[in-house]
């Protein structure tokens, strides 16, 4: 496994503010993917690999046009607020919350 290049500033952050947990919002269908690649992987690693097409990607065409014309298309999108829109839809659901 290749650790990101930027690994150890990202623990240092991770310290400074005392995060011990983060949190992914994905589509069940996507659970399988995430255990095939070993973690969560960019859509550019995606459609490298060819697994783009098969997996549900959050946002809709404007995003993903944006991530591409922004340079995030090689990044993997974290939400670190608490008014985050999956939480919310969570919330409005228990069964979402103890399912899994």
């Known amino acids: 496994m290749t650790v990101n ?3 150890e500033k990202m623990q240092a952050i991770f310290r400074k503010y005392n995060i011990q947990t ?3 919002f994905t589509d069940i269908n996507n659970l399988l993917h995430i255990d095939k690649c070993n973690g ?3 859509k550019e690693k995606l459609e490298r690999h060819g697994f ?3 997996v549900v990607t959050g946002g809709n065409e404007l995003s993903l ?3 591409i ?3 995030n298309w090689d990044k993997v999108h974290l939400y670190l607020s608490k008014y985050t ?3 919310y839809q969570a919330a409005r659901c228990p069964f979402m919350l ?3």
């Open 40 to 42: 969560l992987w960019s």
């Open 5 to 7: 290049p930027n690994a």
């Open 52 to 54: 783009l097409d098969s």
């Open 98 to 100: 103890s399912r899994y």
């Open 69 to 71: 014309e922004l340079g």
């Open 22 to 24: 983060l949190y992914h």
């Open 65 to 67: 046009s944006l991530d």
């Open 85 to 87: 829109y999956g939480i």
